[in-house]
């Protein structure tokens, strides 16, 4: 027999999923209407400027793509690229290098700008990069990447990219909502994100948005896009701001309530303040992960707070540790990916699981279950490194 599921309750602070807030949980199970019943496109065109609050835009092509972060990465590199287009990708991490996948699966051509996994990217690098290939036509960068915590700055290879004359793509599928972004003030011509990170909401939707730059690029293309799915100029016949709304796709209805309560509730935090908040509650948890003998990947200067990658003794096994976590305490935390893989602990700390609860639940759990394994901690010490931060 196959009964109905009913998933275990976690606290999730891996790299994403994140604890969605109950609140979102709640709006995605209100009744489901039409894709084009009159009251969805109003909350649709709502979701746009929520959005464009998320991202700082004024962006008029600033919508969700129906499908998780990565389909968001697609769509950026499908729209703007045609064959044998020259795009300068920089990779210290994973999702650099799927950015060199989908920029070569457009028939485009990638040069790759790679750093040290673990480290930011080197802007004196891309300037080079630039300088050697004046027929560039965009730069691509992850803002936060994911697979080592290290966060790039968007500001200056944005500016880079407009003095040598061509487009920028970043993505941020890991840094909205939990770090500083301003899309025009830094002078990000596309970027796309995700729902399941800092926004706290359910996997399966990608927040993009284009500079008007980017947008012309999109309709003056001589080829066809090769994504029926994702072309935009075909999107925008169902999320565009024509009053003749048409369709296109099946939107996921219930997931875009979903993102639209997600999106309010950043709003009335106010984006700013959701900042400081990832800040200190990463602030607190390095004091305590500190005090415990344990390290960090990356400097200083450059760590996530939302994501953090810590290093372990060699004599401490990964999997018994994350598999204790999650049997003793339900607490999932991320393994280490690619150079990083066993090396490492991926904890997160993105959106609503960013609170002071669950920074002292997981310091306590984590040290606990060190000890069992021989290691010399103790949690107390941790959890009181940590509450230091929060009283001062
Ligand atoms: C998670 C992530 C993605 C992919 O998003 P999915 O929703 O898993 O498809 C892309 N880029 C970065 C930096 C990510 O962290």
């Known amino acids: 027999m196959i009964n109905s599921f009913h998933p275990p309750v976690r606290t999730l602070m891996g790299p994403g999923p994140s604890d969605v807030n109950p609140r979102i949980l709640e709006a995605l199970s209100r009744p489901t209407i039409g894709h084009l019943d009159p009251a969805f496109i109003e909350m649709m065109d709502e ?19 129906s499908a998780p972060g990565s389909a968001g990465m697609e769509t950026v590199f499908v729209n703007l690229l045609e064959p044998g287009d020259k795009v300068i990708v920089c990779q210290n991490g994973v999702f650099g290098g799927r950015m060199q996948e989908n920029v070569e699966r457009c028939g485009a051509i990638a040069i790759m700008v790679e750093d040290e996994w673990g480290t930011t990217v080197d802007v004196n690098k891309v300037e080079q990069a630039l300088k ?17 915590g290290v966060r790039s700055d968007v500001e200056t290879l944005c500016a880079l990219a407009r003095k040598f004359d061509c487009l920028s793509i970043v993505d941020a599928v890991t840094s909205l909502g939990g770090i500083e972004l301003r899309v025009d003030d830094w002078g990000i011509d596309a970027i796309y994100s995700g729902t399941q990170k800092c926004l706290s909401c359910v996997p399966g939707l990608s927040p993009v948005s284009f500079s008007e730059r980017a947008a012309e690029v999109i309709r003056d293309r001589n080829s066809k896009v090769q994504s029926w799915f994702l072309d935009l100029n075909l999107v925008m016949g169902y999320w ?59 400097d200083a200067e450059y760590r996530l707070p939302q994501l953090n990658a810590v290093s372990f ?80």
Not at 47 to 65: D, E, H, M, W
Not at 347 to 374: D, H, P, Q
Request: hydrophobic content about 45%; charged content about 15%.
């Open 47 to 65: 979701t746009k400027v929520l959005l464009q609050y998320a991202f700082q835009t004024s962006n008029k092509l600033t919508l969700p793509i």
């Open 132 to 148: 050697d290939n004046p027929d560039t036509k965009a730069l691509a960068f992850v803002h936060a990447e994911t697979s080592t």
């Open 240 to 298: 565009g701001s024509e009053a003749k709304r048409s369709y296109h796709h099946t939107a996921p209805v219930n997931s875009l309530y979903a993102l639209h309560e997600s999106l309010i509730i950043l709003k009335e935090e106010g984006l700013e303040n959701a900042w400081l908040r990832h800040e200190l509650n990463y602030r607190a948890f390095a004091a305590g992960i500190e005090s415990i003998g344990l390290s960090f990947v990356v």
């Open 313 to 392: 003794p060699d004599s401490v096994d990964d999997a018994t540790v994350r598999s204790a976590l999650l049997n003793n305490y339900s607490l999932e935390i991320g393994a280490g990916l690619g150079t990083l893989a066993g090396r490492v602990w991926r904890i997160g700390l993105m959106g609503y699981a960013s609170n002071k609860k669950n920074v002292l639940f997981c310091l306590s759990a984590l040290a606990n279950v060190l000890s069992s394994t021989g290691l010399q901690v103790d949690a107390s010490k941790a959890v009181a490194a940590a509450e230091a931060i929060y009283s001062v």
